[in-house]
């Protein structure tokens, strides 16, 4: 079974930056297609970025291009998002998400199997 921990949120303020980490267990990163995504209060779930065939392509929504940041470390079996410029829009809860299919990328939430618990990002003025 595979298993998604994430780790890294917290509060910052406005202009400041985090790195967040997800670690997979039960199964390799390099075989999975991987994604964040977040979800802010009273909002649908929004995909963020992707990390597809082992990191080799990287995609991001418009809302974050040119300041977050997804890679893979297969050694560690952990897919990073490293956030910078932060602002109060950021705010939510980041989730990472994993498909059984290489070379796989989709920004939709249901095309992901598993899914982590969450980890949360606040953004303050």
């Known amino acids: 079974q595979v298993q998604l921990v994430e780790s890294g949120g917290g509060p910052v303020q406005t202009g400041g930056s985090l790195r967040l980490s997800c670690v997979v267990s039960g199964s390799t990163a390099s075989s999975l297609s991987m994604a964040w995504f977040r979800q802010a209060p009273g909002k649908e779930r929004a995909w963020v970025a992707n990390?597809?065939?082992?990191?080799?392509?990287?995609y991001y929504a418009a809302t974050v291009k040119g300041r977050f940041a997804i890679s893979q470390d297969n050694a560690k079996n952990t897919v990073y998002l490293q956030m910078n410029s932060l602002n109060t829009d950021d705010t939510a809860m980041y989730s990472c998400?994993?498909?059984?299919?290489?070379?796989?990328?989709?920004?939709?939430?249901?095309?992901?199997?598993?899914w982590g618990q969450g980890t949360q990002v606040t953004v303050s003025s």
């Open positions: 998400a994993a498909a059984p299919r290489f070379g796989f990328c989709s920004s939709l939430p249901s095309d992901y199997v598993y």
């Open positions: 990390s597809c065939s082992d990191g080799s392509r990287t």
